[in-house]
């Protein structure tokens, strides 16, 4: 369903992107998309999300200002733009997607058990 591609090593304050190519589904069934990661011997963490529509992203708060989420409907990929990378942005990273979209009042898409399918993730090294 989800494959996520794009990782590598990388000096700290470089940029990377990631993608999340959305295969089998139609990727207008899909209704949100994230983003999370798994470093060494920590619990995976929310990164971003963005709705159908493009418009709702959510960042979490150790990459607000230097991560962006985006989406291209007509080659059914959803991008991570990720700039200034620091050390401590090592980590496996995931994108995952369900069939329903953000309610504001309800901040569930942190969180692994609110989406549905999940890629296989693409490891990310930053090196000083």
């Known amino acids: 369903q989800l494959q996520a591609s794009g990782g590598g090593l990388v000096q700290a304050v470089d940029s990377l992107r990631l993608s999340c190519a959305v295969f089998g589904r139609a990727f207008r069934n899909i209704y949100a998309v994230g983003w999370f990661r798994q470093a060494p011997g920590k619990e995976r963490e929310f990164v971003a999300v963005?709705?159908?529509?493009?418009?709702?992203?959510y960042y979490g708060d150790s990459v607000k200002g230097r991560f962006t989420i985006s989406r291209d409907d007509a080659k059914n990929m959803v991008y991570l733009q990720m700039n200034s990378l620091k050390l401590e942005d090592t980590a496996v990273h995931y994108c995952a997607a369900r069939s329903f979209g953000i309610d504001t009042r309800n901040d569930d898409y942190e969180y692994e058990y609110a989406y549905e399918w999940w890629g296989q993730g693409t490891e990310v090294t930053v090196s000083s």
């Open positions: 963005i709705n159908w529509t493009g418009i709702s992203k």
